[in-house]
């Protein structure tokens, strides 16, 4: 996955915005749009399986404290539905090895050099919501342009996941 690093966020935000941002507002910012689009959308939020063993059914084991949702749950190799989850709690009602796909929200970015930990196809919208942020007054046109761009990509995401099958990239002329 090609990542932009921040630098490159800034560098887009200058053409998109034409005003210079700081590397301490820039990383700010990027962590709010990543924190926004999480929560919002799953496809933002990275998949990590964990597996588990259950023995006794009665009892609800904790996932860990970053974990924001679930994906899936198999069982034995076959996807398992038969869960309840309170929190970061989970309770299955048959014994067995469980692997559970976790949904982590993306890392935040600490300086110039890191890069995003979210998919590419919300790249430009997290351009756009620092763009929205960084000119005076605050543009409306460029916040519901950050929408937009996250509604689309998690639209073409959520096709790609569900078909299993990769998007052709786009030729450039």
Known sequence: ????????????????????????????????ATDILAIQYDTACNVVPMEIEIDDINVKYEL???VIG?????CNGKRYTNFNTDRNLI???????FVIDTLIPPRHVEEETDSLDIHRFYHPAI?????????RPPDEDLESSFYSLAISAN????????RGIRIPARLWR
């Open 1 to 32: 996955m090609n990542s932009l690093t921040v630098k490159q966020v800034i560098e887009n935000v200058n053409v998109v915005a034409g005003e210079f941002v700081s590397v301490a507002l820039a990383v700010k910012l990027a962590n709010e």
């Open 64 to 66: 860990p404290e970053d």
């Open 70 to 74: 679930i994906k899936n749950v198999t």
């Open 91 to 97: 309770k299955v009602n048959t014994p067995g090895t």
């Open 127 to 135: 351009v756009n919501y620092i763009s929205s942020r960084v000119v």
């Open 155 to 162: 639209e073409r995401l959520s096709r790609l996941k569900r």
